[in-house]
């Protein structure tokens, strides 16, 4: 049987080299599969997601809901370690799934947000209104979704919203230089 290896190992000699190929093993176990029966799996993607969005819009109201309830309990309790990260969590979510549900500008305000409550020295500290504005964005633009030129004005409250975020965190990190680099990094959220 290590006959049979080394049999199979190809050498090829140069005059200042060798070069060593050994057989791919997995050759043998591989099926071959006729065009006609190829999978697309992005192909099925696309249809199992146009299966689904119909309810794009109850799952986005129920992300900003529970993004509203988030701030209600800070509002109520304060920032402490439960509702901030409550708040995040909330927030994060929509970032995340909001461009594949079809609300790409909420996913940039709930990155901003994301933004401020990773990036603030002192939560505390941060205006009430700053916060409760990226709220109203992201629910403003889940509900208002399906009537006209509601992308436009959705993107450009979205940027505006960053860009007072970015001038609030420059400011509270002016002595953390280590953040101000991810501050004044450029956005992630697709389409953005």
Known sequence: ???DKQAAIEIKSFGTHHVITQPNPL?????????????DPVGRAEKALAGLSGEFKAWMTIE????????????????????????????????GDAATFGYPSAAAAAESLCRIIEHA?????????????????????????????????????SKQLRGIADEFLTRANRDRPEHLEAILAPSIVPGE
């Open 64 to 95: 900003a809901d529970r993004l509203s309830a988030a701030h209600a309990a800070v509002q109520l309790d304060g920032f402490n370690n439960e509702t901030r990260d409550e708040l995040f969590r909330a927030a994060h979510d929509i970032k």
């Open 27 to 39: 050759r043998r176990v591989l099926l071959r599969v006729p065009e006609s029966d190829l999978d």
């Open 121 to 157: 020295p002192d939560l505390n500290a941060v205006p009430a209104d700053l916060i409760a504005h990226h709220i109203n964005a992201v629910q403003a633009i889940v509900r208002e979704r399906t009537k006209l030129d509601t992308a436009v004005v959705a993107g450009v409250l």
């Open 1 to 3: 049987m290590a006959k």
